[in-house]
């Protein structure tokens, strides 16, 4: 079974803003999809048995090896696709741990860096949505908060609010 139909109609992905010391953008240049040689922030699907945000921060690693922290949750990018797919993504604002080497996953991308928002915006290949939250200058962050039980009758192992 691919990635595809193991998906289903309805899709949820994650989206990091990895934001450097000085305010620099992780982005990354994929090799496949419809982002294919454009600028992007890493990204991926939610796996079974993790939250959104522990996505984020496997997602983000596994592309470019950078270590993150969630600093907070920017928003949700949710479209259909030819009427059918339900995809959704949810875009959260990350900090790395220490600024290393990137070591980027080569058989996904092509290129992954640190740039200025202002070089991106000169960028022919950055995509809508990294024009769009340079140009937006978003600054409303909702932060985790980790440590609420809705329950014990809906049995989460796992729950956290970004409000």
């Known amino acids: 079974m691919s990635n595809r139909e193991k998906r289903g109609k309805v899709w949820l992905a994650v989206s990091g803003l990895v ?3 000085e305010g620099h953008w992780l982005v990354v240049k994929k090799r496949y999809g419809g982002l294919k040689g454009q600028w992007s922030l890493p990204a991926g699907f ?3 048995g993790e939250t ?5 921060i496997r997602e983000v690693k596994e592309e470019t090896g950078i270590d993150c922290t969630v600093k907070g949750l920017i928003g949700l ?3 259909v696709i030819k009427e059918e797919i339900s995809d959704n993504m949810i ?10 080497k990137i070591i980027h996953q080569e058989h996904e991308l092509y290129e992954a860096r640190f740039m200025a928002p202002e070089e991106l915006l000169l960028e022919k290949d950055a ?3 990294l024009h769009y939250l340079i140009t937006e200058n978003v600054s ?3 932060p985790g908060i980790d440590g609420i039980n809705p329950g014990d ?6 729950y956290k609010l970004f409000l």
């Open 140 to 142: 409303l962050i909702k």
């Open 91 to 100: 875009l959260f604002l990350l900090e790395p741990i220490k600024e290393g």
């Open 19 to 21: 934001k450097s010391s």
């Open 153 to 158: 009758q809906f049995g989460y192992t796992a």
């Open 77 to 79: 990018r949710t479209g």
């Open 127 to 129: 995509s809508i949505l």
């Open 52 to 56: 959104a945000d522990e996505a984020v």
């Open 46 to 48: 939610v796996e079974e």
